[in-house]
Every structure is written in structure tokens, then in C-alpha cells.
């Protein structure tokens, strides 16, 4: 296994001046000196009857709502339970999150925060667990 490793990590040392054999490496480009502008508002908390009018509805009192978009289940036809909605001024996104968090829309309460841009084919991170010896010799014992 370290014969391996050593050749591997020589083989990448002597392809770094070689451009179709140097690693890629998946990352974001840096960011400008400004914050993203983020427009978009997670909805959870979505009764199944709520439909995007009525989402609209909803939120265009805090200024001008340029989409809206709830998920659907494929099998059920019926609501997810969440959506998004998207102003078109960051202010307006960020006054209707703190006026709408919390309040109950068609009898359920919304939880709402800005919406993350979805990465395609960025890493994964998996968080490691610390005490996994311990959750398998506690299973072993019962």
C-alpha cells in the first residue's frame, strides 16, 4: 500500500507541468467584494392546498413577486409542503421573510428563509461521526 501511494503522489508531482494531466479541483470561483444578491425566499411549512395564486397573494404586498414555484409530489399530485418565491428587489425579499416567518398561512405556520443556490456537481460534503465505535458496540450489547 505505500509502494502505491508513493507512486501515485510522484506520478502527480512530475504531470504538474503537463496541463491534461493536472488535477481539477471543483470549486466555486472567488466571490466579488459584494454579497450575492438573493431574491429568492424558501417557503416551508406549505398547506397542500395552497397554490401558487395563493402564495403570490400572500407575499405581494412586500413588492413585486417575480415567480413562484411549489413542488409537487410525482405519484400524489399533492404539494411537498414547500416553495419558493422570488422578488425582484433583495429589500422586499428580506422584509417579506421577517413580516412572514412564523405566520400561519391557510392554518399552517411558514418557515421561511433565503433560499440556497443549488450546486450541480460541486463536492459533497458528509460530516463524520466522532462516536461511531460507541452506536456499533452499543447495537452488539442489546
Do not use: H, Q
Amino acid at each position: 500500500m505505500k509502494n502505491t501511494t508513493v507512486f501515485l503522489a510522484r506520478r502527480i508531482l512530475t504531470n504538474v507541468n503537463n496541463p491534461a494531466s493536472r488535477p481539477r479541483f471543483y470549486c466555486s470561483p472567488p466571490s466579488s467584494s459584494s454579497p450575492p444578491r438573493n431574491n429568492k425566499l424558501f417557503v416551508g411549512g406549505l398547506s397542500w392546498s395552497v397554490d401558487e395564486r395563493s402564495l403570490k397573494d400572500a407575499f405581494s404586498s412586500f413588492g413585486e413577486v417575480t415567480e413562484v414555484n411549489i413542488l409537487y409530489d410525482k405519484d400524489s399530485g399533492r404539494s411537498r409542503g414547500f416553495g419558493f418565491v422570488n422578488f425582484s428587489k433583495e429589500d422586499d425579499a428580506r422584509s417579506a421573510k421577517d413580516a412572514m416567518d412564523g405566520k400561519a398561512l391557510l392554518g399552517r405556520p411558514l418557515r421561511i428563509s433565503f433560499a440556497l443556490e443549488k450546486v450541480r456537481g460541486g463536492p459533497v460534503v458528509v460530516p463524520r461521526l466522532s462516536n461511531i465505535g460507541d452506536v456499533t458496540n452499543r447495537n452488539r450489547n442489546t
